[in-house]
């Protein structure tokens, strides 16, 4: 059994800085993958940013330049530093782990964090 635990989410101000971490525990052999998405209220989940085990990043474009995800391979954890928030960013925030264990592929995610941008 895998557990993906986040935290750091809260309530800013506009422009204002948070930082997201997330740590993944339990039955896990090979990440490749961690990453955010988020979602918000009558929305679809989607990408925010992922890191591969290799270090390289994907962001959406409404974050890119902003945002910046960071990875600890040797403790299965991820954070997301997010600058310059703005009023659209405000969502729940899932952590997602992919993994593999010989050739069965495994998506594991976090229970979220509420992250509220208030002007």
């Known amino acids: 059994q895998v557990q993906v635990v986040e935290s750091g989410g809260g309530l800013v101000h506009i422009g204002g800085s948070l930082r997201l971490s997330c740590a993944a525990s339990g039955s896990i052999f090979a990440i490749y993958e961690m990453g955010w998405y988020r979602q918000a209220p009558g929305m679809q989940r989607e990408l925010v940013a992922v890191i591969n085990s290799g270090g390289l990043a994907r962001y959406a474009d409404s974050v890119r330049g902003r945002f910046t995800i960071s990875r600890v391979n040797a403790k299965n954890m991820a954070t997301l530093q997010m600058d310059s928030l703005k009023p659209d960013d405000t969502a729940v925030y899932f952590c997602?782990?992919?993994?593999?264990?010989?050739?069965?592929?495994?998506?594991?995610w976090g229970q979220g964090t509420q992250v509220t941008v208030s002007s």
């Open positions: 997602n782990v992919k993994h593999r264990l010989g050739e069965n592929e495994y998506s594991d």
